[in-house]
């Protein structure tokens, strides 16, 4: 089955900007998470989203926001866009259930200049 | 959140086994040991985890102490595409989330 869908894989955006990722967990998967990675601080968890709630929430600015639908798709957004926000941002999507492996997509490059 | 420790970087030649040690001494007695991998330019893939009692998948061996203050990833057989950064994270069984470290890189030598 297909696995975690990110679109779009590169984009490039200027300070001050916003964006918005998408994100097609497994099919079935109920659990959407997202996480952040960059040279100097690594994979960091941004937030988790489980039947369109916000279950879990990392430690990141209010610019940093998402959504989950009905579907289980999730989008997340990043306004007023900074230098820093310059990284490879993953969605994760598992069952949703405790324990239950954690899987991921292959991300989404974004550049701000 | 408990940690680990693990070596910034490590070598292995072509077919032979790699042994990734991993420390965990603050585990707890509800954190389970995963190990993910993560090639360049990709997401990080799952490749096994466990609690007490070591667990064997089609990717890799993994050996857990007996205090559980430790666990090692075994492959078999190293292969070029092997090399990657393998990180050693515990993971409440209650927790949705994942808290990365920073992961061994691994080279593989032909």
């Known amino acids: 089955k297909a696995g975690v869908t990110q679109t779009p894989r590169y984009l490039i955006k200027t300070r001050g900007q916003q964006v918005t990722l998408s994100c097609s967990p497994i099919?079935?998967?109920?659990?959407v998470s997202w996480y952040q990675q960059t040279p100097g601080q690594g994979l960091q968890f941004l937030f988790e989203?489980?039947?369109?709630?916000?279950?879990n929430k990392g430690n990141f600015p209010g610019r940093f926001s998402g959504r989950q639908f009905s579907n289980s798709r999730s989008e997340m957004n990043v306004s007023t866009l900074e230098l820093g926000d310059s990284a490879l941002y993953l969605c994760?999507?598992?069952?949703?259930?405790?324990?239950?492996?954690?899987?991921f997509g292959e991300g989404s490059w974004l550049t701000v200049v | 959140d408990a940690k680990t420790t693990q070596p910034n970087s490590m070598e292995s030649n072509e077919e032979e086994p790699v042994h990734l040690p991993c420390n965990h001494s603050?585990?707890?007695?509800?954190?389970?040991i995963h190990w993910y991998r993560q090639l360049p330019s990709q997401g990080p893939e799952y490749v096994i985890h466990g609690l007490t009692s070591n667990v064997n998948n089609r990717m890799a061996s993994l050996a857990i102490a007996e205090d559980r203050k430790s666990s090692t990833l075994i492959l078999h057989r190293a292969t070029l595409r092997d090399a990657a950064v393998y990180y050693c994270i515990l993971r409440d069984v209650s927790d949705s989330k994942i808290i990365f470290g920073k992961g061994t890189r691994l080279h593989i030598l032909p």
């Open positions: 099919s079935g998967h109920r659990s």
């Open positions: 603050t585990i707890s007695g509800t954190d389970y």
């Open positions: 989203y489980f039947s369109e709630t916000q279950r």
């Open positions: 994760a999507s598992s069952l949703g259930e405790p324990g239950n492996t954690i899987y």
